[in-house]
């Protein structure tokens, strides 16, 4: 008999699930309402790990781009300064909410909860191990891919209701940019999907060789990467932002806890897209020795510094460029990557 | 190096693919290399001996004075009029080569020196105090000769150094 | 800078974009009012003046040494090579001869300063572009050559070094040493930037073939500098107008083939490059003497007219004295790169994208104070 | 006004309406860059003495074109279709001196603001924030 802390780490599932049977069977309570209180403690847990994550992951971008520019990063607060971005967003908190007297005020406020809406949504089929998730979705593929292009109605709409040029030429990039890679990133995922024989994110990850589909799908783990890395406006894809030209895009006319909250969607979004990369090519949290949380975010991590440092490396693209990019080279490519994937499916 | 015809189909694609790469390479070594940023208030940099911070009047260790004798010189050679001079005057009332007061503009002052290379006695010199921000107006007109700057303490070293390097 | 008679927005599809006076892109205090159709930009209407300061009306008020500081202000990049400018003028106004050694150290402060303003804008053209990283490699090795510049006058952007007749203080001892490290050092550090930046492939495919100007139209705008020189014209003041030490010197005017905005780059690359072997001879060649010939306590040039143009970093730094006797200039006119410079944007930036407007822009590299004055 | 040229330049006196056919003719000559377009206020002879400053690439010399228009509604004709620099050059000049440069497609002011009255450049022009540096005797 293993202790409970270790089925925790190693065997989430079917611990939970053990907990929720005796819990319907035990309790007396009407069955929706067990089953709604556990889906509170996912969403609260989601929460919690969103924010410390953001946390983190604003550190470690910060630090990593400050080793590679030679400087020394945050290192004021708390040691080696992991506080800062605590520091930061209270600061962000506490400060005055401007809203533009000609924006559309009702738009302009909900904008970032939209944004930060669907970013949390995506958290439901994520898996952090094994039995490690809210839901594990028969279709978790496709609810990822999709409610992922939310998003995009959040920035569109603060980009629109900001009333100012910038922010809507921000706004309108960042549109036509999440749509273009949309295509070669769902294109990637169906030739995973294909090998894997199934759209359930645990499925996947279990019908990983124990080395991941990267070695038999580099061409679409590149093609996702880097659709993924479009689709969530970050370097050098960040036009929807791009600071020289539009000032700061959709973003320009917001201020304290409502660009807090972009903020907070775009590093959750950065996460995201590393961790169904992990999900999806780096085999999940597959790993010997250490428990699976581990390994899942260790790999996703791994992905995150990946895309962090692509970030500070390299200059913008153009706006044509990234369209040309995507529909001339990402696509005929995620095409063909598809093709060459169902044939030998077929024939091995 | 300049090309003047860039190469063309595959080698293009792959010319780019390669400086993309070496790109990388480039940022990730330099993970690996020393900072080159000084904490600010903690470690400060060595300032040069010719560092032109805020002006100031030494006193001279041998005199107990400083050396102004109101020459006016500074006063005509500054581009802003930062400085001003009134002359002392002695129990008769004629003018002694002395200043009762020697008002620094700070708040206009460029920091340009000339006022240092035109005095004749050495009698001013430009310090390395550069943290020189305040709240105050008032305080940015400051009067030298009321100041008694001393060139001893944690300083001194530096200061003398400096004023050995200064003087012919 | 009254406006300009807008397009009429209610029967075309056309908007007016306000780019500056604060934008991060207009490195300064400058206004760029852009017909855009969707992302491509019509027509624009630059706007200058924000930091106009009347330096020219305050120079007739001022004795002709106490311009030297102000010279600075008008280019904080390049305050050498102001420096150098109107004191070669005054001092060609008074007749003096100026010893080798003081012609030694300005080509080494004048080098040094060259390659310190190309650097910031190599970093600040990053920044453009959406690279960060570039900026601190930039300032690491702008650093070295700032100290050094310190060491010898005291100031690290407004140096106010130069005197007429030659420098109040010789190079210090420290100089030389330092120097010889960053000879040894730069060469790398170049190559690094140039491959991190203007050889990498996104930023080749915004700027090559992008904000094209031709040989002639450069010319007749009054083009001057690597901007001139990306459009396959070598010229140089330094050729051309041969001052100081200069034609005993052995290096190559870099010069682009199309005129475009990675040419304009290029050149600022490879002229660090040439900086580098020119304070190579300098050094070796650096002569012992005076620092400084003896100049009257109360200069009063005779009455006369000069123009004496050095090569800036941005072009032909001109200064056109004119006296009429006593102690201030009659008329100080300045003959500004940038301000020739940025009048051809318009004509390069034409039909091209916004995001091309702040790589034109920033290829242009331009100062603002320099423009306004 | 007795100028010893220190210049190497040479200096050319014309009339304003010789200008448009001098500088057409320098440009042809090779004088292809206009280094730049200035003015000179001579107010005991009642004139703005306007100063273009031509370089030749190809001979690598320079020459400086001279002209001279009364103080009071001085006009000279643009120059702005033989050279383009001279369009920002000559918005300068117009505003600083008070010289018409007529024929100029876009004779707005360039740098000062609009509500300035006055030509700053001109020797008698006085602004209450234009103080001279006081005189010090030293006694």
Redesign the interface.
């Known amino acids: 008999m293993q202790s409970t802390l270790h089925r925790l780490l190693y065997d989430t599932g079917t611990l939970v699930d053990g907990w929720r049977a005796a819990a319907h069977a035990g309790w007396g309570w009407p069955s929706f309402a067990v089953d709604a209180l556990f889906q509170l403690g996912w969403a609260v847990a989601a929460a919690l790990f969103l924010a410390l994550n953001a946390l983190f992951i604003i550190w470690f971008e910060r630090k990593v781009a400050a080793r590679m520019q030679l400087r020394r990063g945050p290192n004021r607060v708390g040691p080696f300064g992991l506080l800062q971005t605590l520091a930061d967003t209270g600061k962000l908190l506490i400060k005055e909410d401007i809203i533009p007297s000609a924006a559309d005020r009702a738009v302009f406020r909900a904008a970032p909860f939209v944004v930060l809406a669907a970013t949390f949504l995506l958290f439901v089929v994520l898996p952090f191990g094994r039995g490690l998730v809210a839901a594990d979705l028969n279709v978790g593929v496709v609810y990822f891919l999709a409610v992922g292009g939310i998003s995009v109605v959040g920035i569109l709409a603060g980009g629109w209701a900001s009333n100012n040029k910038y922010s809507l030429m921000g706004g309108m990039r960042s549109a036509a940019q999440i749509v273009s890679y949309e295509v070669p990133a769902v294109l990637a995922v169906l030739s995973v999907a294909l090998l894997a024989g199934s759209l359930r994110m645990g499925d996947i990850v279990r019908a990983q060789p124990s080395y991941g589909y990267i070695l038999l799908q580099p061409v679409g783990f590149l093609l996702f990467l880097v659709a993924s890395n479009a689709e969530i406006n970050r370097g050098p894809f960040d036009l929807p932002e791009s600071d020289s030209e539009l000032v700061s895009g959709f973003v320009t006319e917001y201020s304290a806890m409502r660009f807090a909250f972009f903020f907070l969607a775009e590093y959750t979004n950065l996460f995201l897209a590393a961790a169904f990369a992990t999900t999806l090519f780096l085999g999940g949290w597959r790993g010997p020795l250490l428990p699976p949380v581990a390994w899942f975010l260790i790999k996703s991590y791994l992905v995150v510094f990946v895309l962090i440092w692509i970030r500070w490396t390299y200059p913008r693209l153009r706006v044509d460029h990234l369209m040309e990019l995507s529909w001339k080279v990402l696509l005929p490519l995620a095409l063909l990557n598809l093709l060459v994937t169902a044939v030998l499916v077929k024939v091995l | 190096m300049y090309a003047p015809t860039p190469p063309r189909g595959i080698l293009l694609v792959l010319d780019g693919l390669a400086s993309l790469g070496k790109g990388l390479w480039i940022t990730f070594s330099a993970m690996f290399r020393k900072p080159i940023t000084v904490p600010y208030p903690e470690k400060r940099v060595v300032l040069p001996l010719r560092f032109r911070g805020r002006l100031v009047m030494p006193l001279d260790p041998e005199k107990g004075d400083n050396r102004c004798t109101a020459c006016m010189r500074c006063v005509k050679i500054c581009p802003n009029h930062s400085i001003d001079i009134e002359k002392a005057r002695g129990a008769d009332g004629e003018p002694v080569p002395k200043p009762a007061s020697y008002r620094y503009n700070l708040g206009t002052c460029i920091f340009c020196n000339l006022c240092v290379e035109t005095c004749p006695f050495f009698a001013i010199v430009m310090s390395d105090e550069h943290e020189l921000a305040t709240a105050d107006p008032s305080r940015l007109v400051i009067d030298l000769a009321a100041e008694k700057y001393s060139l001893g303490g944690k300083k001194g070293a530096w200061w003398q150094k400096k004023f050995r390097g200064e003087e012919p | 800078?009254?406006e300009?008679p807008a397009p009429d927005l209610s029967t075309s599809d056309e908007?007016l974009?306000n780019v500056g006076p604060q934008?991060?892109?207009t490195h300064g205090v400058l206004r760029v009012v852009v017909t855009m159709d969707g992302?491509v930009v019509k027509d624009l209407q630059p706007h200058?003046?924000y930091v106009?300061r009347?330096l020219?009306?305050l120079f007739?008020?001022?004795?002709y040494?106490?311009?030297?500081?102000?010279t600075d202000?008008t280019d904080y990049l390049s305050a050498i090579a102001n420096n150098w400018a109107y004191v070669s003028a005054v001092e060609?106004?008074l007749?003096l001869e100026i010893p080798k050694k003081v012609e030694y150290i300005r080509v080494l402060m004048a080098e040094l300063n060259r390659i310190n303003s190309h650097l910031l804008w190599l970093a600040a053209y990053?920044?453009?572009?959406?690279?960060?990283?570039p900026?601190?490699?930039a300032f690491?090795d702008r650093?070295e050559i700032t100290?050094m510049v310190?060491?010898?006058?005291?100031?690290r952007l407004?140096t106010?070094y130069f005197r007429i007749g030659g420098f109040?203080?010789d190079l210090?001892a420290?100089f030389f040493p330092h120097l010889q490290k960053f000879l040894r050092r730069f060469g790398r550090a170049v190559d690094?930037l140039d491959?991190?930046?203007v050889?990498?492939?996104?930023?080749?495919?915004?700027t090559?073939g992008v904000g094209v100007i031709s040989r002639?139209?450069a010319?007749?705008?009054?083009m001057t500098g690597p901007c001139l020189r990306a459009s396959d014209?070598p010229?140089d003041v330094r050729r051309?107008?041969p001052y100081s030490i200069y034609p005993s010197l052995d290096f190559e005017i870099?010069a682009?083939?199309n005129g475009d905005t990675w040419d304009r780059s290029?050149v600022r690359i490879?002229e660090m490059r040439q900086s580098l072997r020119i304070l190579r001879q300098a050094a070796e060649g650096f002569p012992e003497g005076e620092h400084r010939v003896r100049v009257p306590r109360n200069l009063e040039p005779?009455?006369?007219?000069?123009?004496s143009?050095v090569e800036g970093p941005r072009g032909?730094v001109?200064f056109?004295v004119?006296s009429e006797g006593g102690r201030k200039p009659?008329?100080v006119?300045m003959?500004k790169p940038s301000?020739?410079n940025f009048?051809?944007l318009p004509?390069i930036l034409r039909g091209l994208?916004?995001?091309?407007?702040?790589?034109v822009m920033g290829s242009l590299d331009l100062v603002v104070p320099e423009i306004?004055? | 006004m007795q100028v010893r040229p220190v210049d190497p330049a040479a200096q050319v006196s014309i009339e304003p309406s010789a200008l448009r056919d001098a500088l057409t003719f320098l440009r042809d000559e090779g004088f292809d860059f206009l280094v730049f377009v200035t003015a000179l206020d001579r107010p005991a002879e009642g004139v703005i003495e306007l100063v273009y400053r031509l370089f030749s690439y190809a001979a690598r010399v320079p020459v400086v074109v001279r002209v001279r228009v009364p103080r009071d509604g001085g006009r000279v004709p643009s120059v702005c279709d033989l050279y383009r620099t001279a369009e920002w050059h000559e918005r300068e000049t117009a505003e600083l001196f008070g010289v018409e440069f007529s024929g100029h497609p876009d004779p707005r002011r360039l740098l000062l603001p609009d509500d300035l009255e006055g030509y700053p450049l001109r020797k008698d022009f006085t602004h209450p924030n234009l103080k001279p540096l006081p005189e010090v005797s030293a006694e």
């Open positions: 800078m009254s300009a908007f974009l934008h991060p892109a992302e200058i003046g106009h009347g020219e009306k007739e008020n001022r004795l040494e106490q311009i030297i500081p102000y202000r060609r106004l007749g990053g920044l453009d572009m959406g690279a960060f990283t900026f601190l490699y690491r650093e100290v310190e060491e010898a006058s005291g100031g407004t106010n109040t203080r210090p420290s690094e491959t991190l930046l050889e990498n492939a996104i930023f080749v495919a915004r090559r002639e139209r010319i007749s705008y009054g014209a010229l051309e107008m870099p682009g083939r290029w490879e005779p009455a006369g007219e000069v123009y143009a032909e001109g056109w004119v009659y008329r006119k003959r301000f020739s009048s051809a004509e994208k916004i995001a091309d407007l702040v790589a306004d004055r």
